[in-house]
């Protein structure tokens, strides 16, 4: 069961670097929160935001896959899990709607553009396949 766990951390590492690099990007070419406008991008504005993306890449799979207990078992790594869980499936609701609403677009990496509902169509893929993990380590009995 323990390796439910691991592949759960691995999975949300792997949403969690789509998230961080993306967020990033979009940050880089002057798309703010939920699409706002920024005033563009900064170097300290970049290094802020990439500082502050760490702490859950890193946390969070740490705290799922390491056994640990609080409180005689009732927060535990799998309490933890449910919670990601379901943190999971509200971000999943939010870019789907996103995703069925035509938008504007961004300037792709490799040239050209991308809409930024192709964008949140990518980013929802990566986040049901983190959910599918990290529900399956929550409903496991370890």
């Known amino acids: 069961m323990a390796d439910r766990f691991r592949a759960a951390a ?8 789509v998230y961080l690099v993306g967020g ?48 005689r078992g009732w927060l535990s790594r799998r309490t933890f899990a449910v919670l990601v869980a379901v943190l999971l499936a509200i971000r999943a609701f ?15 990496p490799w040239g050209g553009e991308i809409t930024f509902q192709a964008g949140a169509v990518i980013f929802l893929v990566v986040t049901l ?6 529900a399956r380590a929550a409903a496991s009995r370890a």
Request: proline fraction near 5%.
């Open 10 to 17: 691995r999975a949300y590492f792997v949403y969690g670097v």
């Open 24 to 71: 990033l990007y979009l940050i880089y070419r002057g798309v703010g929160v939920m699409g706002a406008p920024t005033s563009g991008a900064t170097a300290v504005t970049m290094v802020r935001w990439g500082l502050i993306g760490l702490i859950p890449l890193i946390v969070i799979p740490w705290l799922l896959a390491r056994r640990w207990s609080w409180m």
């Open 94 to 108: 939010k870019v789907g709607a996103a995703a069925v609403h035509p938008g504007a677009t961004v300037a792709a």
């Open 129 to 134: 396949m983190a959910l599918v993990f990290v």
